[in-house]
């Protein structure tokens, strides 16, 4: 089948986690014989940010790490989407695109209706700015594919569609899996992005605090990091890494002895069940996790098994502390969540099952 895939970046995931499962889902429909095309606006703000921290070697680099996986880039001002769409079978669209494009689109489809037309969600402003995601022209799309199930509802309950399905994002294995031949470089590590100020307490009470209460080595990779956070993390003693490109994360996961999750506050509170795609990638990756609170609603995971929770900062201290010490209940609790963690990914969460999915949904909807 030919794929035709609508993202606001394939190419760069400079603050674009949706990069992430979009490059693994591409490459397992191309490694299936599929035609992928994945359609990406030249002036994005992700791919702009990402020439500007890495250049052009950064984009040098992702197409060697994802030879199977690469973008096209159109004008915004001069593009016809019919041009792409005429041969297609399924198209995909994300969110992040312009409402003008999803509208052409879904306009394209009510008079060509050969392929199964999608919306992809994944992202909060469904439940934290409705009426932006209201504002979306989805009458002639076929549904939506919304990364959990509360989302799914929004849409189906605020009539925006008129079906939806859940799709999880998932670890691309191919890229994410342990390493464990890399020297130790310290204690802690989290990879994420500060942001626009949604989880500020919450980075404080569940890494910051913990690590300086602690004396621990820790590192901490992201972008969109104020003056103030920098400074935050220098007084406990961390050190700051700046961006990282993703398929870098494996590497950096291998060297240390134990990550975080830390949500958004978005997440944490207003959509249970979605946990974002950073867990999926951390256990892959064979490293111990210890999360902030968020419900597990849907059951992608076994919470004290495949990783651990902590309530607060407190207990995240205390976490910490166990698992990080030489005792021989530390040492055996952390390789367990780590065979656990892996497990579970492999068994339920992989970009293979993901597509798996994919293609039985498109199945029951063509038949």
Known sequence: MRFVIFAHSLVSDWNHGNAHFLRGIATELTCRG??????????????QNLLLEGGTQA????????????????????FDPAHVLGDADIVIVHEWNSHNLVRRIGEHHSRHPHYRLFFHDTHHRSATDPSAMSAYDL????????????????????????????????????????????????????????????????????????????????????????QHALDELRSAG????????????????????????????PYASALPGIPTIRPFEALACGV???????????????????????????????????????SRPARSAAQSLIASGLECIHRRHTCVHRVNELLNLVSGEVN
């Open 34 to 47: 599929h035609h992928v095309e994945v359609h990406e606006p030249l002036d994005g703000w992700s791919r």
């Open 59 to 78: 984009i040098a680099d992702f197409e060697g790490v994802y030879p199977l996986a690469r973008g096209k880039y159109y004008d915004a001002k001069t």
């Open 139 to 226: 009458q002639h799309y076929d549904g939506v594919l919304a990364y959990g199930n509360i989302i799914r509802d929004l849409y189906l309950r605020n009539g925006w569609a008129r079906r939806a399905w859940t799709w999880h994002e998932a670890a691309d294995t191919r890229v994410f899996h342990p390493m464990p031949e890399k020297e130790k470089a310290g204690d802690l590590v989290w990879i994420g992005n500060w942001g626009d100020e949604e989880r500020t307490l919450e980075l404080r009470e569940f890494l910051i605090e913990p690590v300086r209460a602690l004396k621990l080595k820790a590192k901490v990779y992201g972008v969109r990091y104020p």
């Open 238 to 265: 961390i050190e700051y890494g700046g961006w990282l490109p993703n398929y870098l994360a494996p590497e950096v996961f291998a060297k240390y002895r134990v990550t975080v999750h830390v949500p958004r506050r």
């Open 288 to 326: 111990p996790l210890i999360s902030a609170p968020w419900s597990d609603c849907e059951h992608l995971f076994q919470p004290g098994k495949d990783y651990l929770r902590a309530r607060d900062g407190e207990q995240m201290a205390e976490q910490l502390r166990f698992i990080l010490s030489e």
